[in-house]
């Protein structure tokens, strides 16, 4: 074995410990660019311990860094080599979320869209999706419409940054939320938003369904949400109830 594979495998073994561990999270970051708080270190560690559930909601309000928080969890798959990595984001959003991959961990990314799509594909790749070396980041319509590709892939993880476009999942003229849900299937997501719910608790309902669709089979689930979402509504909304406790307070 050669010194630099040598120095390779002791950096590899450094790297690996308890799952979810501050100890295992420190190392895999140990290079990143970013000074974190502490409530961003939580969230990643909240989402990295979660290995029986099918993902996490982080839903941190404007400003608060989600952004980070997933980059946190990126940065440990990549260094697990956990690297087959899909981002769905909003389109003007790709670049940034290149660029801050990119900048303050190091993570190497590609934007697909249909132009580099069908330059892969001339380029003799089939599924260009299939980037192994590099996190690949994607628009909503973009992922609705290559749902196909994107579900014959095994992914390691998938995260959707403005997570409450998906809300409406469970209704039928929600197409596009429907097309990615079930392209990213039973892969480990980590869904974020500022919004989880906004005028009534089916969104949530529509949220959780989308990082485990077996809640959406669970008897009676949807009639006990729909009933409480109409009572909350004759109350007069989220709104209201958050302004009559606030007052009560």
Not at 157 to 181: C, G, Q, T, Y
Request: one cysteine or more; glycine letters at 6%.
């Amino acid at each position: 074995m050669t010194p630099y594979h040598s120095q390779y495998w002791a950096y590899a073994l450094t790297i690996r410990g308890v799952a979810g561990s501050i100890e295992n999270l420190t190392r895999s970051i140990s290079n990143a660019r970013v000074d974190l708080n502490p409530h961003q270190v939580d969230a990643a560690l909240f989402a990295l311990r979660s290995p029986l559930s099918k993902g996490t909601l982080l839903a941190d309000e404007v400003g608060l860094g989600k952004t980070i928080e997933a980059g946190i969890v990126l940065a440990q798959r990549w260094a697990e080599r956990r690297r087959r990595i899909l981002v769905i984001v909003p389109a003007t959003l790709r670049k940034q979320w290149q660029q801050e991959l990119a900048e303050k961990f190091y993570l190497p990314t590609v934007v697909l869209d249909s132009r580099s799509f069908k330059q892969w594909q001339r380029e003799g790749m089939a599924n260009p999706f299939d980037q192994r070396e590099r996190i690949v980041i994607c628009s909503y319509n973009f992922a609705s419409a290559k749902a196909k590709e994107i579900q014959a892939l095994p992914w390691d993880v998938v995260v959707i940054d403005e997570a409450h476009r998906l809300r409406n999942v469970f209704r039928p003229s929600s197409k596009m939320a429907r097309r990615i849900a079930d392209g990213i299937g039973q892969t480990p997501k980590l869904l974020l938003t500022a919004t989880p719910l906004q005028n009534s608790l089916m969104e949530l309902y529509g949220l959780v369904s989308v990082m485990d669709d077996q809640v959406a089979n669970i008897r009676g689930t949807n009639e006990r949400l729909t009933r409480a979402s109409n009572r909350v509504a004759a109350l007069g909304g989220l709104a209201s109830l958050a302004t009559r406790g606030s007052q009560a307070a």
